[in-house]
């Protein structure tokens, strides 16, 4: 039977109630708990640096809250840009801005998007450290590891801003409010050949199903990518049974094939306890390496 589910919450609550039953199995445990089972593997391959991308982690939340148009999203904002090659801020209006890098491939005229969301909901004491901070970190690490020889589409990273609503937004109008980046500048990218956007993908026991907006054809040749570097299991062959409204979104209605890399059963989401605790380097080397290699077989 499947879902189709209006908004982020409605997905966030079925996932709280399946690990309310699967407790004893180690749902939402960290990596040294949990059982075997549950355990990210780690990949059999080494040319992302997830040591790096768990100190950009850790820099995050050592910000604090980081809602859109804040001081410390400013800041984080400019130490990005620095980090990503050919670094520039993209202006969406509302004084908010992504920050957008590029690798050059060898065929300029095709462009692949990667994409991650740097701000945080505004929620007094979230510091987002896996909502936000994981999928940011991964994707400056990719950024800055990526040789152009080994691509053949250039890729464009793009760090969303203002993908959380503003406080006081019923969550049910997500789309009206939400993910102002990733709508502000879609249509610029409505001929980019793929989406690949990276959510939830630092919290320990990573396992992250394809949601049903997801591109099935791309998403395949994600599991491909991950099987091939020995990380197949995070990546399972199940759907979630309903659809995530996230920053991919915008570019599904341009017609982009779009994938959301996002661990939705992660029990802490919009709540305090994403805190830097909940983060695993496994889990971040996991979702690099796995995006490298399908980056490098596009």
């Known amino acids: ?151 053949g589409p250039t890729v464009v990273f793009l760090m969303f801003d203002g993908e959380e609503a503003p406080a006081g937004k019923p969550d049910d109008q997500f789309i009206r409010y939400g993910i102002r980046g990733s709508k502000a500048v879609a249509p610029r990218y409505k001929d980019a050949e793929a989406m690949i956007l990276l959510d939830f993908v630092g919290n320990k026991g990573l396992r992250i199903p394809r949601e049903s907006y997801s591109n099935a054809g791309l998403w395949q040749r994600l599991r491909s990518a991950a099987r091939a570097v020995g990380v197949g299991k995070v990546f399972p062959a199940k759907d979630l049974g309903g659809g995530i409204q996230d920053d991919h979104i915008p570019f599904i209605e341009q017609g982009v094939p779009s994938i959301d890399l996002i661990d939705f059963d992660f029990p802490c989401w919009h709540r305090t306890c994403d805190d830097l605790s909940k983060v695993s380097q496994r889990s971040l080397d996991a979702s690099g390496e796995t995006v490298y290699e399908l980056l490098r077989r596009l």
């Open 1 to 151: 039977m499947g879902w189709q589910f209006g908004t982020r919450r409605a997905v966030a609550v079925l996932g709280a109630l399946a690990c309310g039953v699967a407790f004893a199995a180690g749902c939402g445990s960290d990596d040294d708990s949990a059982s075997a089972a549950e355990k990210v593997p780690p990949p059999k391959v080494n040319r992302f640096d997830a040591d790096a991308a768990y100190e950009l982690v850790r820099e995050q939340v050592k910000l604090g809250p980081r809602p859109a148009g804040s001081e410390p999203s400013r800041v984080l904002a400019a130490r990005l840009r620095r980090m990503l090659p050919n670094g520039r801020f993209q202006p969406i209006g509302g004084g908010l801005r992504n920050v957008v890098g590029r690798v050059p491939g060898r065929n300029p005229k095709r462009v692949v998007i990667v994409s991650a969301h740097y701000d945080t909901k505004e929620i007094p004491g979230f510091v987002g450290a896996v909502d936000g901070a994981s999928g940011t970190a991964v994707v400056a690490e990719l950024a800055r590891a990526l040789e152009p020889r080994e691509l």
